[in-house]
């Protein structure tokens, strides 16, 4: 698949805000990891600005864990350490300064994190990718999807496809086409089902399926990358459906390039970071 044009960089007058200004909100006190892979996969993946959205007293460690080009953003936390509900009143502030936002990787599952994370769903007028951790909290209430403002593209596995949907994982497994499409159709988002052969679709019945990636990517933190690619090509002007076929397709490609180097036995989810930049030549 061809690199599309609007990320060749072709016009040398254009400066970083053109290429997207990205707003992710991940992490928690055990999985802060998750939060340092989707900032830095959106900055490797062409992101003009990346902002990490973290847990206050999480700030420290997570300097330690990401690049020095990646900023952050304080938001209020509960008692567990993870986003208080009260993090909605300031991402509410400051969402209008972003191109693209994500939410999910990382966030864990405490009630007050869960209400925000819905809030930030039904409310933020900016596309964004839902992940992981927010796809429990939506699991919760999907139907909440139809009050969105704005695009919103869905990431899950089968096992949190049948979660979203009441199937079981066997059901989800022999039935991924029509399972996509008869969501992304109901809940009017774009759906990304994950998966050997990764299919998306549009609410428009629009399709496509994934050849790239190889079962070395079946690894902690691949899913976290996939959602920082994917938010970097909104942000970079992508229509919510081609972001997501080519973060597919990328993140796949550049698995495939670190599975040459290290081998599909030994592959970690950062080994797909260093690669995504050779993935597009």
């Not at 060749?8 to 990891?33: E, Q, T, V, Y």
């Not at 209430?141 to 496809?161: F, N, S």
């Not at 009017?188 to 190889?214: A, D, E, F, M, W």
Request: charged share 20%.
């Amino acid at each position: 698949m061809p690199l599309p044009a609007l990320l060749s960089r072709r016009n040398p007058r254009l400066s970083k805000k053109d290429f997207g200004s990205l707003l992710i909100i991940a992490g928690s006190p055990s999985m802060l990891g998750a939060s340092a892979l989707c900032s830095l996969a959106a900055m490797r993946s062409g992101a003009g600005l990346v902002t990490a959205a973290v847990p206050k007293d999480l700030n420290p460690a997570l300097q330690k864990k990401i690049s020095n080009s990646v900023m952050t953003k304080l938001l209020p936390e509960s008692h567990a350490g993870t986003f208080s509900f009260k993090a909605y009143g300031q991402v509410k502030k400051i969402w209008d300064q972003y191109d693209a936002i994500a939410v999910g990787p990382g966030l864990g599952r405490d009630p007050g994190t869960q209400r925000f994370v819905r809030q930030v769903i039904i409310h933020c007028p900016k596309p964004l990718v839902i992940d992981a951790d927010a796809l429990f909290a939506l699991s919760v209430h999907p139907e909440i999807l139809h009050k969105a403002a704005a695009a919103r593209i869905l990431t899950p596995h089968a096992g949190e496809m049948a979660r979203l949907t009441g199937k079981t994982v066997a059901y989800i497994e022999v039935n991924r086409t029509k399972i996509a499409r008869d969501f992304a159709k109901r809940y009017n988002c774009v759906l990304l089902l994950k998966g050997h052969r990764t299919i998306i679709v549009s609410p428009q019945g629009k399709s496509y399926v994934n050849h790239s990636g190889n079962v070395g990517m079946a690894t902690a933190g691949s899913g976290d990358v996939l959602t920082g690619m994917i938010t970097a090509f909104l942000g970079q002007g992508m229509s919510p459906f081609d972001a997501a076929k080519y973060g597919a397709f990328f993140h796949g490609k550049a698995g495939d390039l670190a599975a040459a180097k290290y081998s599909k036995a030994f592959l970690m989810a950062g080994d797909i970071i260093e690669h995504i930049g050779k993935s597009f030549l």
